[in-house]
T-cell receptor, first 113, second 111 residues
Framework: DTAVSQTPKYLVTQMGNDKSIKCEQNLGHDTMYWYKQDSKKFLKIMFSYNNKELIINETVPNRFSPKSPDKAHLNLHINSLELGDSAVYFC????????????FGNGTRLTVT | QKEVEQDPGPLSVPEGAIVSLNCTYSNSAFQYFMWYRQYSRKGPELLMYTYSSGNKEDGRFTAQVDKSSKYISLFIRDSQPSDSATYLCAIGETSGSRLTFGEGTQLTVNP
């Protein structure tokens, strides 16, 4: 059983389109995250939700909107995609916030053309 | 200055070598230290987690923390080709709710 699963695995789309990435965790964790990894492998946090409540919202364009329908799911919707949005987006979860180790999904590789 | 500095490599070693991977950090509030391993086209997976100065050993892996120097290391003994991956350090604050990652060091172990 996959602990943190993301869909789709690959996403190729044109500039200006709107797309969504879905994430589900079956670990019973309370906290979920979205991270962005650029081409240099640098992982940067975007958002964090604890039990459906937004607790971290980094300086991210407001074209990016997370949504957590329940504590096992965290989706990411991106409006008006730009070339610079091309990256790998990782969903992660942890049992609590703070400094609990993160469990990552295998990423969604987004390419904007 | 970045909060966490990590040499991105790439680092290439022969099989059996001892590998040393390092990160430095600037914020004294950082109290929790982790190492993640990331294989190509996969998500990072936790290797080591510690919150105190000193060494922590797990099989061929040893994590070392020196809070006075703000320096952490990961040692891999008897390195194997299967250890070829990117290694990321991650550091967290006591009361914070986020981890700050290093850039990652790309390691290749040659048979």
């Amino acid at each position: 059983d996959t602990a943190v699963s993301q869909t789709p695995k690959y996403l190729v789309t044109q500039m200006g389109n709107d797309k969504s990435i879905k994430c589900e965790q079956n670990l019973g964790h309370d906290t979920m995250y979205w991270y962005k990894q650029d081409s240099k492998k640098f992982l940067k946090i975007m958002f964090s939700y604890n039990n459906k409540e937004l607790i971290i919202n980094e300086t991210v364009p407001n074209r990016f909107s997370p949504k957590s329908p329940d504590k096992a799911h965290l989706n990411l919707h991106i409006n008006s995609l730009e070339l610079g949005d091309s990256a790998v987006y990782f969903c992660a979860s942890s049992p609590t916030g703070g400094n609990s180790p993160l469990h990552f999904g295998n990423g969604t590789r987004l390419t904007v053309t | 200055q970045k909060e966490v500095e990590q040499d991105p490599g790439p680092l290439s070693v022969p099989e059996g070598a001892i590998v040393s991977l390092n990160c430095t950090y600037s914020n004294s509030a950082f109290q929790y230290f982790m190492w993640y391993r990331q294989y190509s086209r996969k998500g990072p997976e936790l290797l080591m987690y510690t919150y105190s100065s000193g060494n922590k050993e797990d099989g061929r892996f040893t994590a070392q923390v020196d809070k006075s120097s703000k320096y952490i290391s990961l040692f891999i003994r008897d390195s194997q080709p299967s250890d070829s991956a990117t290694y990321l350090c991650a550091i967290g604050e006591t009361s914070g709710s986020r981890l700050t990652f290093g850039e990652g060091t790309q390691l290749t172990v040659n048979p």
